[in-house]
């Protein structure tokens, strides 16, 4: 069965610094692998994929991802923080396509 | 250009009762998807809905139902409301089952 496990379900860092989003996967099948982030009382807006080829993905508002396979993870960072970056983010894992499935989130506090 | 929407954005039901949720897909998009997701998690896939035709399902009671119209717009249909129906529904578009996912804002429901 696939699954995703989200470490920590908050997250607070400071403005400008490091932003490191953990997250790992099973999936018994080569994996699609997404982030998605979510602002209050708004849908999920997709920040970055992975399919195949390049293991470092780059998103929108400046979100990268690196898909390890030995290590079944694919962390989000940012390498330097805003304010506009607190949200609930998300990731998920999609089987060779199939339906997605989403972690339980991470909820990102900036601190000024 | 009309992304996913979905109607109505707030509701309140009663134990027992029923409620139809409704879906606009992004313009193009032939496939729609809906998950639940309740306080605090992550959202949960229901089913999908492809040539108007369910073609995934997850872990969801017969109670959840749904329809795709010709049109590609899509309802679902929760009977015998519970209390733990309580949950922000979200329907998400995509260009065939393994496209990129285009949520709405989603429907919030309140079951008491």
């Known amino acids: 069965a696939q699954s995703v496990t989200q470490l920590g379900s908050h997250v607070s860092v400071s403005e400008g610094a490091l932003v490191l989003l953990r997250c790992n996967y099973s999936?018994?099948?080569?994996?699609?692998l997404f982030w998605y982030v979510q602002y209050p009382n708004q849908g999920l807006q997709l920040l970055l994929k992975?399919?195949?080829?390049?293991?470092l993905v780059k998103g929108i508002n400046g979100f990268e991802a690196e898909f390890k396979k030995s290590e079944t993870s694919f962390h989000l960072t940012k390498p330097s923080a805003h304010m506009s970056d607190a949200a609930e983010y998300f990731c998920?894992?999609?089987?060779?396509?199939?339906?997605?499935?989403f972690g339980k989130g991470t909820r990102l506090h900036i601190l000024p | 250009d009309a992304g996913v929407t979905q109607s109505p954005t707030h509701l309140i039901k009663t134990r027992g009762q029923q409620v139809t949720l409704r879906c606009s897909p992004k313009?193009?998009?032939?496939?729609v998807s809906w998950y639940q997701q309740a306080l605090g998690q992550g959202p949960q896939f229901i089913f999908q809905?492809?040539?108007?035709?369910?073609?995934q399902r997850g872990n969801f009671p017969d109670r959840f139902s749904g329809h795709q119209f010709p049109n590609y717009s899509s309802e679902l249909n929760v009977n015998a409301l519970l209390l733990g129906d309580s949950a922000l529904y979200l329907c998400?578009?995509?260009?065939?089952?393994?496209?990129?996912?285009?949520f709405g804002e989603g429907s919030r429901l309140t079951v008491l």
């Open positions: 998400a578009s995509s260009l065939n089952s393994a496209g990129e996912l285009f």
């Open positions: 999936s018994s099948v080569p994996p699609y």
């Open positions: 992975y399919t195949t080829g390049a293991t």
């Open positions: 998920a894992v999609s089987p060779l396509g199939d339906k997605i499935i």
């Open positions: 313009s193009g998009h032939d496939t």
């Open positions: 809905y492809y040539e108007e035709e369910e073609r």
